[in-house]
């Protein structure tokens, strides 16, 4: 079973500061990762993807991805109360028609 | 604007019950795929759809059906609804070749109880 593992958290941070979300994943043949934000009650919301190794930045927002050690992150700069949320790593494996496997996501709590 | 919508955001059904959830998307993509999301298991792919009347089984398969008689249209179907299928369901759509940009799009989701 290819998996995707996220840590549940929650992860605390206060306002301001950087929070470090990560991932690992089995199946080393993936091809391309994505992070999702999901405020409670709402549906997924892609914030990210990124598919070479190295950094990806986009505002506030870093992505890093370390396809040697199977290791992707999601860097939140600057940290506000409104992205408190679930984030959800999501994995495009090798099995072909764009399926996405999911972690079981970390919740993030900032607090002022 | 991208959008997806769902035929109910809460369902109520009891044991033994047939329920069909309906999703539809307005944006042309030949992929739609059935979840269900879990407190602590992420979200899990039911079934999948890549072109119309064309399904694949995801993870977890057993108890659900689907259909696609039409492009826009995915439907999950729970032939004999069960206590443990209750759950928040959700639809998503993507194109088929959208290359390392790929995006699934969400619906709201419909939050099922079985009682």
């Known amino acids: 079973q290819k998996e995707v593992e996220q840590n549940s958290g929650p992860l605390s941070v206060p306002e301001g500061a950087i929070a470090s979300l990560n991932c690992t994943y089995s199946d080393r043949g993936s091809q391309s990762f994505f992070w999702y934000r999901q405020y409670s009650g709402k549906s997924p919301e892609l914030i990210m993807f990124?598919?070479?190794?190295g950094d990806k930045e986009d505002g506030r927002f870093t992505a890093q991805l370390n396809k040697a050690s199977q290791y992707v992150s999601l860097l939140i700069r600057d940290s506000q109360p409104s992205d408190s949320a679930t984030y959800l790593c999501a994995v495009r494996g090798s099995g072909g028609y764009n399926k996405l496997i999911f972690g079981a996501g970390t919740r993030l709590a900032v607090h002022p | 604007d991208v959008k997806v919508t769902q035929s109910s955001r809460y369902l109520v059904k009891r044991t033994g019950e047939k329920v069909f959830l309906e999703c539809v998307q307005d944006m042309d993509h030949e992929n739609m795929f059935w979840y269900r999301q879990d407190p602590g298991l992420g979200l899990r792919l039911i079934y999948f759809?890549?072109?119309?009347?064309?399904?694949e089984k995801g993870d977890i398969p057993e108890g659900y059906s689907v259909s696609r008689e039409k492009k826009e249209r995915f439907s999950l179907i729970l032939e004999s609804a069960s206590t443990n299928q209750t759950s928040m369901y959700l639809c998503?759509?993507?194109?088929?070749?959208?290359?390392?940009?790929?995006?699934?799009?969400f619906g709201p989701g419909t939050r099922l109880t079985v009682t």
């Open positions: 998503a759509s993507s194109l088929a070749l959208a290359g390392d940009s790929y995006e699934q799009y």
């Open positions: 759809s890549y072109d119309v009347k064309m399904k």
């Open positions: 990124i598919y070479s190794n």
